[in-house]
C-alpha cells in the first residue's frame, strides 16, 4: 500500500486488459489515476471501480494519435490533479496480420500512429509537467516483439522495436530532469487483443494451447503481472533504474 501516493499517473489506453490492471494497481498504491482510453463505456467502469474502493480516479477520453486530444487531456490532467508525474505509454494495437509485401501503406500507418507516434505525442506533452514537478517516471509499453522477431505482424514488431529505442533516447536527454524512462517488454498476457488474435485462428483452442507452451514457465500471463512492473517502474523503489528493458515473460526470450 502507498507506494505511490502523493503521484499523479496517467495510463493511455486503461480502458481494459494491461492498461486497466495499471490502473486499478496504481490507484491501490495511492496514485491519483487518470484512466484514458478511446473506449468511454468501458474506461468510466475502470474509475467506478477505483472509487469504490476509495481511492482516486478520473476518466479523459483520449486518443493518442491525435496531438490536439493530448495537448487538452493533458492540461486538463494538470487541472484537475496538478503536475503528472507518472505516464504510462499502454495504449496499442496488434494491427494487420500480413507479411510484409502483403500490407498496404495504410495498414501500416495506422499501427504506427497509435503504437509510436501516440507514445511521442504523450511524452512530449507530459514533460513540460514532470520538469514542473522536478521529476517523474515514463513507461514505454513495448513487448517481446519489440525484442525479438517472429513470423507475423511485421507493423507491430517494427513500432515496438521504435518505442524501445525511443525510451533510452529520452532516459539520456532527461536524466538531469531526474525522469527516468523505461520500457516494459511482456509476453503473451491474456486480454482482448490477445483473445481478438487469436480467434482468427482455424482452431482457436489449440492456437491458445500453442501459444502458451512458448514460454517455458508454460502460461501466458495475467494483466497484473504487468500491472505491478508498471507499479515498480513508477515508484521510487526503481529510482536508480532508467533506459532499462524490464522484461515479463515467462522465460519466452531466454532461448
Ligand atoms: P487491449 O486489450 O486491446 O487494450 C488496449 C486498450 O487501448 C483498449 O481499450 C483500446 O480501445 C485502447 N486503444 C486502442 N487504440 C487507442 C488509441 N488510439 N488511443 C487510446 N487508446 C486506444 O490491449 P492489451 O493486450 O491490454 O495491450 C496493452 C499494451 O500492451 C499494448 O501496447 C500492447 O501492444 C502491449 N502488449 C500486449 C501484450 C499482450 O499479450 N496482451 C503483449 C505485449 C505487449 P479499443 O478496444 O476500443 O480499441
Known amino acids: ?3 505511490l501516493s502523493g503521484k499523479v499517473a496517467v495510463v493511455t489506453g486503461g480502458a481494459l486488459g494491461i492498461g ?11 496514485a491519483a489515476v487518470a484512466v484514458t482510453d478511446v473506449d468511454e463505456n468501458e474506461g468510466r467502469k475502470v474509475v467506478e471501480s477505483i472509487r469504490a474502493d476509495g481511492a482516486i480516479a478520473e476518466f479523459w477520453r483520449l486518443d493518442v494519435s491525435v496531438e490536439a486530444d493530448v495537448k487538452r487531456v493533458f492540461h486538463d490532467v494538470e487541472q484537475k490533479f496538478g503536475p503528472v508525474t507518472v505516464l504510462v505509454n499502454n495504449a496499442g494495437i496488434g494491427g494487420a496480420n500480413k507479411p510484409t509485401h502483403e500490407l498496404t501503406l495504410a495498414e501500416w500507418e495506422h499501427v504506427q500512429a497509435v503504437n509510436v507516434k501516440g507514445v511521442f505525442l504523450c511524452t512530449k506533452y507530459v514533460i513540460p509537467q514532470m520538469r514542473r514537478a522536478a521529476g517523474g517516471s515514463i513507461v514505454h509499453m513495448s513487448s517481446i516483439y519489440g525484442m525479438v522477431g517472429a ?16 525510451a533510452k533516447t529520452d532516459a539520456l536527454i532527461y536524466a538531469p530532469d531526474r525522469i527516468r524512462v523505461n520500457s516494459v517488454h511482456p509476453g503473451f498476457i491474456w486480454t482482448p487483443m490477445v483473445e481478438n488474435h487469436l480467434s482468427s485462428a482455424p482452431d482457436p483452442v489449440a492456437a491458445r494451447a500453442i501459444v502458451a507452451a512458448l514460454h517455458p514457465l508454460g502460461h501466458m500471463g495475467e494483466p497484473d503481472d504487468i500491472g505491478w ?11 536508480f533504474v532508467t533506459g532499462s528493458e524490464l ?3 515467462g522465460g519466452y526470450t531466454c532461448r
Open 1 to 3: 500500500m502507498n507506494r
Open 20 to 30: 486497466r490492471s495499471i490502473c486499478l494497481l496504481m490507484a491501490r498504491e495511492g
Open 151 to 166: 513470423p507475423d505482424v511485421p507493423p507491430y514488431h517494427a513500432s515496438k522495436g521504435a518505442v524501445t529505442l525511443m
Open 229 to 239: 512492473a508498471c507499479v515498480y517502474l513508477a515508484s521510487d523503489e526503481s529510482k
Open 247 to 249: 522484461v515479463v515473460d
